[in-house]
């Protein structure tokens, strides 16, 4: 029975999967297309899902062993040349403070930078060209999930390749399958366009949209750094890919 069911659901397409959702969800959401009017919403949803990841990535720096050397070799030898504990507790301190400003510098000036690229005009960027798209998950007249889809830059691939940006999904109502919805609504989309793969690229600390792309049957295809702060810290971007059954009939 189980067999079945997940079978019939991995043939729904985006509006079926919308209606399904709205009967047997315990709090019912559709997915529609942007408007302007979701705009402070969007962005508020954009800005928590990533700042939330701060927490974890500084206890992950702090992990590191090159942290743990600076952390306990730099005070030690501090002390060792001035003889106070309390200089060098100081400067472990000091040291802590400066890590945690950087990691949640990071994050921030990711926010900052959407919000002055793709993000500054949505409609503009993703609604009005054939090919680019982005959707929310609206419940109870709330945005509680977003994602947008682009054609990738290089020229070459711009007609093979979709790429999916910015997946969020408010903290209260994760686990209700609304990324799952989200992303198969971009799949669906880029089959309709006439694209043969769908990318995306999401940060190692993003452990549950990790999980949820391979989940989906999505590839890993490389890592690579943001810049070299965040190669300082071994934060990687991962890339994966997506590739879409060949609509052309032999």
């Not at 490389?222 to 997506?242: D, R």
Request: glycine share 6%.
């Amino acid at each position: 029975m189980a067999a079945r069911a997940e079978g019939r659901e991995a043939q729904l397409s985006p509006v079926d999967f919308e209606i399904q959702t709205q009967n047997f969800s315990m709090a019912p959401y559709h997915i529609r297309k942007y408007q302007e009017s979701d705009r402070q919403q969007v962005v508020a949803l954009f800005s928590q899902g990533i700042v939330e990841h701060i927490p974890t990535t500084f206890r992950y720096v702090l992990k590191l062993p090159r942290t743990l050397v600076l952390l306990l070799g730099g005070p030690l030898a501090l002390f060792l040349v001035s003889g106070s504990w309390l200089l060098a507790l100081g400067a472990d301190l000091t040291l802590l403070a400066a890590l945690r400003f950087i990691v949640k510098h990071c994050f921030t000036q990711y926010v900052v930078t959407s919000l002055h690229t793709d993000m500054s005009d949505i409609t503009k960027s993703y609604m009005s060209e054939r090919g680019s798209c982005f959707w929310v998950a609206e419940s109870e007249g709330q945005v509680v999930g977003t994602v947008g889809a682009l054609p990738v830059k290089e020229p070459s691939l711009r007609k093979e390749q979709v790429e999916l940006f910015h997946l969020s999904v408010a903290l209260e109502r994760r686990g209700e399958g609304i990324a799952k919805a989200l992303v198969r609504t971009v799949l669906q989309f880029a089959r309709d366009q006439g694209y043969s793969e769908v990318v995306l690229s999401t940060s190692l600390m993003q452990h549950s949209a990790l999980a949820l792309y391979q989940r989906m049957g999505f590839q890993e295809t490389g890592q690579y750094f943001y810049n070299k702060i965040w190669a300082l810290m071994a934060v990687t971007v991962v890339q994966f890919s997506y590739r879409l059954p060949s609509t052309q009939v032999s």
